[in-house]
């Protein structure tokens, strides 16, 4: 995790060159030096400039108290007011990206992408699950961003041509009747909220991620809310029908759970709230993720590091030994990995976890392309869930309107009279008409019965429509019922189903 305070580096550049050492060197260090000299004006201006989006202009001399240096005279004293400089340009950083984290937030983002232009950079935020154009800034500055975040992330600034992954922890801190923050932990990066309430501290994870690029180091930071994490399972956006079916599978001792789902369609939350609802004292609940996103006291998590061997087929063949009665892993994407979950499933453990795929059924042809027999398949599984995250209908604006009757069509929809609604567009929605989400859910839950059609080999078709005729419902028909009370808008159902 990164740290606030982080101290500058001594250059290494000696401060006099070596006479003694042959003409041509010389001339090197002198050229080094110069840069140096250079970098130390144009980072004194950054302090100024960062966060006004300025142009700098690199200047040919440099100015100091009583005199004009040229670069080619070095000037010891110079190296002390470089290292003041190089603290004050990545604090002035840290400034700037602890605003932008402060407005993510207020605007309830789930990501800030920083994306780097030929001449400039555009930072934007992805609100119910849509990106949004925030702001535009100079180029120049981008590289003391890119640092700074580095820094905080616990990544090497050096390396600019590789991927790298990273995590800090934003704290808002509490608020005083007088409305000032208190700083908490200089091991956090503290922003001040703002109507939060006195004595409340908003604890989030944000999970780093640097890409190369053609024109720089794209930067996405993924904001992960602690509270919002442990959502219970009725505020999911399950229906009363699939939540008695959840409660009742999640009674059993053993067996597994899989939710699927396309990234970024909420998988990791409903997990946890499965999580949540399984949690007791006399129960050791274990995970294994890659990365961790929540941080939870009431888990014992361990994170995934394949770099140095610690794999999920390494840590599933270890992980029994650890006596857990409830295993979280973060997801299934290898035969190795699957074969583990099945086998912890079959000595008595409940396993939770994660797998790629479009739908509930789909997730069964998943599983038996990894190699997992049928025989196994019936005797392991006792649920699956396909869902969704769509945006709901902003309910400051919402009027009437005509929908297509393509659309309509697409959901079984065609002889519905309405009437529909959408946003029109307001402050509270900044004028997209969609303010939250909510899930569309498919929940299979395995009888007697379905298991049976499974060891029997029966084809996937029909055990789709066995669980059809006995109340699974579909991702259409969820959206469906969604689009007939107003919840959600039939274009916004169809962009994800």
Same mark, same amino acid.
């Given at each position: ?6 101290? !500058?580096?001594?250059?290494?550049? #000696?401060?006099? %060159? *070596?006479?003694?050492? #042959? #003409? ?24 100024? !400039? ?6 700098? +202009? ?13 670069? *080619?005279? @070095?000037? =010891? ?14 604090? +002035? ?22 994306? %780097? ?17 925030? /702001?535009?800034?100079?180029? *120049? ?9 580095? /820094? ?10 590789? @991927?790298?992954?990273?995590? $800090? ?5 509490? /608020? ?8 908490? +932990? ?75 789902? @396309?990234?970024?369609?909420?998988? &990791? ?11 007791? +004292? ?24 394949? %770099? ?28 190795? &990995? ?39 398949? !019936? ?9 969704? $995250? ?58 007697? *019965? ?8 029966? =084809? ?29 808008? /039939?274009?916004?159902? !169809?962009?994800?189903?």
């Amino acid at each position: 995790m990164g740290r606030y305070n982080i101290p !500058a580096k001594r250059s290494s550049v #000696p401060d006099e %060159p *070596d006479m003694q050492t #042959p #003409p041509e060197h010389r001339r090197v260090q002198s050229d080094i030096k110069k840069k140096q000299k250079t970098a130390c004006q144009i980072a004194a201006e950054e302090k100024h !400039a960062a966060l006004t989006g300025k142009h700098i +202009d690199q200047p040919d001399t440099i100015e100091t108290e009583n005199a004009i240096i040229t670069p *080619d005279e @070095p000037k =010891p004293e110079l190296t002390q007011q470089a290292e003041q400089v190089s603290e004050e340009g990545h604090h +002035d950083a840290v400034l700037f990206i602890r605003g932008v984290l402060n407005e993510a937030i207020s605007r309830g983002s789930s990501d800030i992408h920083f994306e %780097p232009k030929t001449d400039h950079y555009r930072i934007r935020f992805r609100v119910d699950g849509v990106l949004h154009d925030y /702001v535009d800034r100079p180029g *120049d500055e981008y590289s003391s961003i890119v640092n700074a975040v580095k /820094v905080l992330s616990d990544m090497d600034i050096a390396e600019k041509v590789l @991927p790298q992954d990273g995590h $800090l922890e934003l704290v808002l801190q509490e /608020v005083d009747r007088k409305g000032v923050a208190v700083e908490k +932990d200089a091991s956090h990066i503290p922003v001040s909220s703002e109507n939060k309430g006195p004595n409340k501290d908003h604890y989030y994870d944000i999970r780093v991620s640097v890409f190369p690029s053609v024109n720089g180091e794209v930067i996405v930071m993924r904001i992960l809310n602690r509270e919002s994490a442990l959502l219970s399972i009725e505020d999911l956006g399950m229906d009363d029908k699939q939540l008695a079916r959840l409660r009742e599978v999640l009674l059993t001792s053993y067996g597994m759970i899989l939710i699927t789902g @396309p990234t970024g369609s909420g998988k &990791t939350t409903s997990l946890y709230s499965v999580m949540s609802e399984l949690k007791s +004292d006399e129960k050791n609940i274990m995970t294994l993720e890659d990365p961790i996103e929540f941080h939870l006291e009431w888990l014992r998590q361990s994170e995934i590091c394949e %770099p140095r061997g610690f794999t999920y087929e390494e840590a599933m063949s270890s992980v029994l030994r650890q006596d857990p009665d409830v295993l979280m892993v973060g997801e299934i994407r290898d035969p190795k &990995t699957a074969e583990y979950a099945v086998r912890s499933a079959l000595i008595g453990r409940i396993v939770g976890s994660t797998i790629h795929a479009n739908t509930t059924i789909g997730t069964i042809a998943r599983l038996l392309e990894l190699g997992i027999p049928r025989s196994l398949l !019936a005797h392991t599984l006792n649920a699956v869930i396909a869902q969704r $995250l769509v945006r709901r209908v902003c309910q400051n604006c919402m009027g009437e309107y005509e929908p297509s009757k393509l659309h309509l069509a697409h959901f079984g929809l065609e002889d519905a009279t309405g009437p529909f609604y959408r946003g029109c567009g307001c402050d509270q929605c900044e004028g997209t008409g969609f303010k939250g989400r909510t899930g569309l859910f498919s929940l299979m839950a395995f009888d007697d *019965d379905l298991r049976a059609l499974i060891y029997d080999q029966r =084809p996937l078709a029909e055990i789709q429509n066995y669980a059809i005729e006995h109340g699974m419902k579909t991702l259409k028909m969820d959206a469906a019922e969604k689009i007939l009370a107003n919840e959600i808008t /039939v274009e916004e159902a !169809a962009r994800v189903v």
